[in-house]
């Protein structure tokens, strides 16, 4: 097995909503104490705080950096304070640099947190900050170029070459749905889980993506405390083990991308991962995909193996990832199901990686799990970080 030395011991989170009333500290001192809490520990057993950058937040962002955290919450006992942006990718390098902290001995129980409130933007400043975060600013930028529109193009040519219908995609978004229904964190719980026919008679936005094939933006805010895998273990309560790790760099922008560098990567960092862990493909109890919009999921389960390509839309409408399938998928519903909180989906999806391998995942729980496949990526679509975890 891995020699990887961390463990996810606490989790606390804010559900995903519209709260223009409350603060971003607000919000950050209720998932922290939550994750405190659920950890079992004291505030001051803290000594490392390693936050996820907040996405077009300045004020806040410089708040964070400049060390507000640990004041604020009343960690005596930390010893260092940073932050970490990748775009989505923020959390796994989080998770990297508290290991490292962990390792070199400067802090035994490291506290990650992350909060995004959308709602107090001005309108605006977040379609300005959205058109050029992660666009190419001479080739993509002038052209009114999208996330949106560049997700689009991206799902457009995977239907051509792979034959998948409006119907298929469509129901990706179906699965993601009926997790989310059943998440009390997502903005989406206990709503009604549409049809393939009413993802496919909701607004075109970009074609071929419909208005229910796009993300929400929400605010929200997650918190986890980790440690190391001895500490974990002698404290005898259930935790979320790093079994194994890689990863692939693609591209910044993606006009500069080749596709087949991208599926490639898919493929081989999350082959990687699997055997760093020790296990194959076939040992994988859910796989808990960050993909931020419907088509890359599809991709990605062709290009692992675990369907015949051209076969992954089938999978999706056939309800082999819904809850209850043989497949379980991306728990939370990803961005789509979830609600978008910048880089906090990938968060929220480790939350959830934690909670089903600690046996809290409520309605969502999946019994026995013992291995989760869990990845991050950052940007437009930057990189790909694969990762193990395990009950053990």
Request: with cysteine.
């Amino acid at each position: 097995m891995s020699k990887k030395n961390l463990a996810i011991i606490g989790v606390g989170e804010v559900p995903t909503g519209t709260y223009p009333d409350r603060s971003p500290w607000d919000i950050i001192y209720e998932s922290c104490i939550a994750a405190v809490r659920d950890a079992g520990i004291h505030k001051n057993d803290v000594e490392g705080v390693i936050a996820v950058a907040p996405q077009a937040q300045n004020q806040l962002a410089g708040e964070i950096s400049f060390g507000k955290i640990p004041e604020e919450l009343g960690l005596n006992g930390c010893r260092d304070v940073c932050t970490c942006n990748a775009g989505g990718a923020s959390t796994s390098n989080c998770l990297r640099l508290a290991e490292q902290y962990i390792e070199s001995g400067l802090a035994k129980i490291v506290l990650i947190p992350h909060v995004t409130v959308h709602s107090t933007i001005p309108v605006p400043d977040l379609i300005n900050f959205f058109a050029k975060a992660g666009i190419d600013l001479q080739w993509e930028y002038p052209f009114g170029n999208t996330y949106n529109s560049i997700i689009a193009m991206m799902t457009r040519r995977y239907m051509h070459d792979s034959g998948t219908t409006d119907e298929e995609m469509a129901s990706i978004v179906v699965s993601l749905r009926k997790w989310a229904a059943l998440d009390p964190n997502s903005i989406f719980y206990k709503k009604k889980v549409p049809s393939v026919e009413e993802v496919l008679s909701s607004g075109m936005v970009s074609s071929p993506l419909h208005k229910r094939e796009c993300n929400v933006l929400g605010d929200g805010g997650g918190a986890m405390i980790v440690t190391s895998a001895e500490i974990a273990k002698k404290m005898g309560k259930p935790a979320a083990y790093k079994r194994g790790e890689s990863a692939r760099y693609f591209s910044a922008f993606t006009t500069t991308r080749n596709n087949d560098e991208f599926v490639n990567g898919f493929r081989d960092s999350t082959r990687e991962a699997l055997d760093d862990a020790g296990i194959t493909k076939d040992d994988i109890d859910i796989w808990n995909t960050y993909l931020a919009y419907p088509v890359c999921h599809p991709i990605f389960m062709e290009a692992v193996g675990l369907c015949e390509p051209g076969q992954a839309g089938k999978m999706f409408m056939n309800g082999d990832t819904w809850p209850g399938g043989k497949m379980p998928w991306s728990t939370i519903g990803d961005a789509v199901g979830r609600g978008h909180t910048g880089s906090g989906v990938s968060m929220a999806t480790y939350i959830e990686t934690a909670r089903q391998l600690m046996g809290k995942a409520g309605e969502k729980q999946v019994p026995d799990v013992k291995y989760v496949f869990q990845n991050t990526s950052g940007g437009s679509g930057m990189n790909f970080i694969a990762t193990v975890w395990g009950r053990e």
